[in-house]
């Protein structure tokens, strides 16, 4: 479903005017939020209205929220079309939303409309996004879209294949895009952090999860820099370039046990 009532609040001029999907929950809202409170303004698209509402009260550069099911592909053009006739100032993306099944693939209930469930939301959806943005964004000064990935598509893990897939395949997107754009306005670039403390890794990781603030904060201090890294590794992410040139089969098989 989409809705494509944006919600609007009175702000300021901003320096730069972000979209952030994903923004109900979890890493998404850290973001929208920490963007608004650097004196950025955010458009917030997620899938519960009622918490989107929520988010968009606690701050007022939180200029506009937008219901979308990222799943229906066939509606994400239209609602760009939408969105940039009433904010042509959009000059930065960070594809946020996902979802994702931590099973074993023969786990009984899980099937074909899961699979493309992840499949849609976690990699056909950002590409569409960037492909019905892109044309608006190669006009806009500062221009910048992230894509926010996982260690697990440079890692992956015994479980969750699926959801290893589409961010493996995100991670390729974004380098190929890079190289596409590379000399034009338009800059890349790869949010990579680790397990992430979010609705949706409840129930594991323990201690190890990083705090969804950590990560935008991360984020946001890499987005001032005069050169924002392709790749932004965070937290003990940070570690794996180096790891995976030391060693890399026996790191892939510490994570595949």
Not at 189 to 211: C, N, Q, Y
Request: net charge positive; glycine share 6%; proline share 7%.
């Amino acid at each position: 479903m989409h809705s494509n009532t944006y919600l609007r609040t009175s702000a300021a001029r901003p320096t730069q005017l972000w979209l952030v999907t994903g923004a109900s929950s979890g890493l998404g809202r850290a973001i929208a939020l920490q963007l608004a409170e650097s004196g950025q303004q955010v458009i917030a698209w997620g899938r519960d209205a009622a918490r989107l509402a929520e988010l968009q009260a606690s701050h007022p550069s939180i200029v506009a929220t937008a219901r979308h099911d990222l799943a229906k592909l066939e509606g994400l053009a239209p609602a760009c079309v939408d969105m940039l006739r009433q904010w042509p100032a959009l000059s930065g993306v960070i594809h946020c939303a996902g979802i994702q099944h931590e099973l074993l693939l023969e786990t009984p209930g899980y099937g074909a409309a899961d699979i493309e469930a992840e499949l849609l939301v976690n990699l056909a959806a950002p590409i569409e996004l960037t492909r019905a943005l892109l044309p608006h964004l190669q006009r806009q000064a500062g221009s910048h879209i992230v894509f926010v990935t996982s260690a697990l598509a440079h890692v992956p893990k015994r479980r969750s294949a699926t959801y290893n897939a589409s961010k493996a395949g995100l991670s390729a997107f974004a380098c190929s895009l890079r190289a596409q754009l590379r000399g034009r306005r338009v800059k890349v670039s790869e949010l990579i952090p680790p397990l992430v403390d979010t609705p949706m890794t409840a129930g594991r990781g323990g201690k190890r999860k990083l705090a969804p603030a950590v990560v935008a904060r991360s984020l946001l201090r890499a987005l001032r820099s005069r050169r924002p890294p392709a790749q932004i590794w965070v937290g003990p992410a940070r570690w794996l370039p180096w790891l995976l040139r030391l060693a890399p089969m026996t790191i892939k098989q510490v994570f595949l046990r």
